[in-house]
């Protein structure tokens, strides 16, 4: 049971966060619909970069995010 407004507001803002993973999967998903998924590597890693991921990362999750677009 929650006690305090203090407590109240931790628990709502816990609901609002995501793991590690979902975050790097969400921004390389931006990296690709933004690029496609035929990009050359330096732009990928350009961007990559910008979204705050790795090329390595964009290639882990390259097929996850061309079954959504296909």
Same mark, same amino acid.
């Given at each position: #049971?929650?006690? /305090? +407004? +203090?407590?109240?507001?931790?628990? #709502?803002?816990?609901? %609002?966060?995501?793991?590690?993973?979902? &975050?790097?999967?969400?921004?390389? @998903?931006?990296?690709? /619909?933004?690029? @496609? %998924? &035929? $990009?050359?590597? $330096? +732009?990928? +890693?350009?961007? $990559?970069?910008?979204? @705050?991921?790795?090329? &390595?990362?964009? #290639?882990?999750?390259? $097929?996850?995010?061309?079954?959504?677009? &296909?």
């Amino acid at each position: #049971m929650i006690k /305090t +407004e +203090e407590e109240l507001t931790e628990k #709502m803002h816990s609901e %609002f966060t995501v793991s590690k993973e979902t &975050d790097q999967r969400l921004r390389v @998903g931006s990296v690709w /619909t933004l690029l @496609g %998924f &035929d $990009a050359p590597r $330096a +732009e990928i +890693e350009h961007w $990559a970069k910008r979204y @705050g991921v790795t090329y &390595d990362l964009c #290639m882990k999750w390259k $097929a996850y995010w061309r079954n959504l677009h &296909d």
